[in-house]
């Protein structure tokens, strides 16, 4: 099924190679959690302080369903 | 008037506006890279009175991209510099420099005399402080943040939108301050440019806020983007479950 990857800021780099902006349609097995998902990508887990599907904040373990956006942020915190 | 002529004739702004401006009282938490620049724009604009809070003193690594010093302010004080600095920019802004760091138990004696606060510090722990005491107090912030060649912002208005920890809701409020982060000279100046606006449109009441948006600025691609979101049900800082 098709789901959206977004990541933002220093994790933007692990998109799919060739992802211009900070999404990217993926495809992915049917029962596949967030944490399925990032490790896939070899997202670090330390460096993911938000999770968000669709706008909702959500869980590692999160289910992903066909169609969710599933948004990965990172904390920034200089000044 | 003359020195602020060019704002007065913006659409919505006019003779009122600058008077409001200038019974207005901004705090800028952090003196440095974010803190110049909306120091430099809050005093341009003539907000009446602008408090500095900021602990440390300068350093020849912060020059390239903490506008507001020069080598010869090396070793000075910051919040105690940049009020001078900042006096010659404007002699008709009142400066309250405090040279101190943010903390819990001083927070709302601090923050309590500003009507807006802007967020140029440097770590999560004391980020958490300044949510916690803004949705106390119910003052509007401006958060800023960099690191590398990205940078965010976004506006929290306290029970009006989503606050710090909406976004954050994993953050302890321990965590550690980086010391040294690599960070690219413009990029806190492209957002703290963008926070010192946010503090204007607050302040005269024109536009709309950045609330329930951040917008991220990420340099190596030229790109902006938006992530949107909402009050969290669950936020330990400002849900009431």
Sequence with gaps: MKVVLKLYATLQNYLPPGTQGTAAEVEIPAGTTIEDLFKAYNVPLDQVKIIMVNGRHTDLDYEI???????????IAGG | MERYRRQIILPG??????????????????????GSINLYYLT???????GIVDDDTVTLSNLHR???????????PKAECAAQKLKRLNPEVVFEAYPISLKNDTADELFKNYDVIVDGLDNLAARNVLNATCLRLNKPWVHGAVSEFYGVVTTFVPHQGPCWRCLYRNIT??????????ILGPVPGVIGSIQAGEVLKLLTGLGSKLVGRMLVWQ???????EFS????PYCPACSSR
């Design chain 1, 65 to 75: 369903q066909e169609g969710d956006q599933v948004a990965g942020f990172p904390a």
């Design chain 2, 13 to 34: 702004w006019g003779t009122e506006g600058q008077e409001k401006l200038r019974r207005d009282r901004v705090l800028v938490v952090g003196a440095g890279g974010l």
């Design chain 2, 44 to 50: 341009g604009a003539g907000v009446g009175t602008i």
């Design chain 2, 66 to 76: 903490q506008i507001l010093y020069t080598t010869d302010d090396l070793g000075r």
């Design chain 2, 173 to 182: 409020g321990n965590e550690k301050r980086k010391e040294e982060f690599p």
């Design chain 2, 219 to 225: 340099a190596l691609q030229g790109r902006w983007s």
């Design chain 2, 229 to 232: 979101f909402t009050r969290d």
